[in-house]
């Protein structure tokens, strides 16, 4: 099986930051994309930030130029650092990994079990 594990988060007055890592572990052949969404009361998950395999990085509109998604490929591990946060970004965040279990198998995403973000105006 695949694990993905989030931490960090935490509450935040607007205008402040907070980190979010994760770290994808477990029976693995390979892994595509890794990133991020989140999830607010009421909405649906939206994806937030992704990085493909090739390196390419993609921010939601309304994050780009505050979030900065960091990943390193040898220990399958993906940082979000959030700046210039607002009460908007209030949510649960959820780190996925798009892998391969064995190079038989198809790749599928895993999702982390999400971390509680809360931004105070």
């Known amino acids: 099986q695949v694990s993905v594990v989030e931490s960090g988060g935490g509450s935040v007055q607007a205008g402040g930051s907070l980190s979010l890592s994760c770290a994808a572990s477990?029976?693995?052949?390979?892994?595509?994309?890794m990133g991020w969404a989140r999830q607010a009361p009421g909405k649906q998950r939206e994806l937030v930030a992704t990085?493909?395999?090739?390196?390419?990085?993609n921010y939601a509109a309304s994050v780009k130029g505050r979030f900065t998604l960091s990943r390193d490929n040898a220990k399958n591990t993906v940082s979000l650092q959030m700046n210039s946060l607002k009460p908007e970004d209030t949510g649960v965040y959820y780190c996925?990994?798009?892998?391969?279990?064995?190079?038989?198998?198809?790749?599928?995403?895993?999702w982390g079990q999400g971390t509680q973000v809360t931004v105070s105006s």
């Open positions: 477990g029976s693995i052949f390979s892994i595509n994309a």
């Open positions: 996925y990994t798009d892998a391969q279990r064995t190079e038989m198998t198809i790749t599928r995403r895993f």
């Open positions: 990085s493909s395999s090739s390196g390419l990085t």
